[in-house]
């Protein structure tokens, strides 16, 4: 349920009737058991994910493309990375998703209703692309440039 409602929070989706001409992909959610380094339980972790595999080119995605450094490009340079949680899900989207509610959550919006996605979420084709736009768009606000190393 927390992983429902800050994905509510967020924004990433909306319900909606799915108009007549259009078609919904699956998700289901992924149950992921955190340990601590001694090996006790430390939480239960779940993720909404989209069944992405049903989504149609050209309808639902075109591109989904997006740039990873070549380790050999690395090569005597000074690296830094940050990890940024739920990356993905920041990523908006350029094409409408249709996605069927999880199941269990039908009291939540009624049904017949389905989520018309606005963000990314995990298994769709193009969630890394989205979060590499997203991502290049706010660092250009800050006058930084992505380019070739």
């Not at 149609?56 to 450094?69: C, K, Y």
């Not at 959550?105 to 193009?126: D, M, P, S």
Request: aromatic letters at 12%; proline letters at 3%.
């Amino acid at each position: 349920m927390e992983e429902f409602i800050s994905l509510v929070e967020n924004g990433t989706f909306t319900p909606v009737r799915l108009p007549s001409d259009r078609k919904t992909i699956g998700c289901r959610w992924v149950f992921k058991l955190k340990r601590k380094a001694d090996g006790s339980v430390d939480r239960y972790k779940a993720r909404l994910v989209a069944k992405g595999f049903s989504q149609l080119p050209g309808l639902e995605f075109s591109q989904v493309f997006a740039p990873t450094a070549k380790w050999a490009a690395l090569e005597d340079l000074e690296l830094y990375s940050i990890d940024i949680s739920t990356a993905f899900l920041n990523g908006d989207l350029d094409h409408d998703v249709y996605m069927d509610q999880p199941e269990g959550f039908e009291e939540y919006y009624g049904a017949g209703f389905v989520l018309k996605l606005v963000k990314a979420i995990y298994g769709l084709k193009q969630a890394g692309r989205q979060w590499h736009k997203k991502l290049d768009s706010v660092l250009k606000g800050y006058g930084i440039h992505i380019g070739a190393l």
